[in-house]
């Protein structure tokens, strides 16, 4: 990396200042990951005991079924990685999913109920709110 500035100056540098363009930080998309579909599971969250970094991240998630995944999230998508919490097994060879809905989809009925559920009861806010927005025109 190159830095504007001559050798007899104070030069600072922050890496907090570097504009990452199109890379994603994978500790902030499995953040953001987690507090999308966490209503629909049992219990979701990152993983701090296996090692995040910019490129990949892992998620722990127990479905509404009871089943515990370890969850791996790269630029591939995502994918189970495990069986148990904090657990890689290196011989598990699980398909990639681009979403964590499709991937949800495929691994708990519970998860599909539950996000069916929510979105009925937010087409039904929107009903009702458009209802009382017709009422006051009127």
């Known amino acids: 990396m190159e830095v504007d500035c001559q050798p ?41 005991n296996l090692g995040s970094a910019s490129d990949v991240a892992y998620i722990n998630v127990e479905t509404k079924e009871g089943n515990r995944y370890c969850l791996e999230l790269t630029e591939a998508g995502l994918r189970v990685v495990g069986h148990v919490f904090d657990q890689v097994d290196e011989d598990l060879s699980t398909q990639y999913h681009e979403t964590i809905y499709s991937l949800l989809d495929t691994l708990s009925p519970g998860y599909r109920e539950a996000f069916g559920n929510a979105l009925l009861q937010r087409l039904e806010m929107l009903k009702q709110t458009d209802n009382e927005g017709v009422a006051l025109e009127t």
């Open 8 to 48: 007899e100056e104070a030069c600072t540098f922050d890496e907090d200042s570097i504009e990452l363009g199109d890379v994603k930080d994978m500790r902030l998309e499995a953040e953001a990951v987690v507090n999308d579909v966490l209503f629909a599971v049992s219990e979701m969250h990152v993983s701090q």
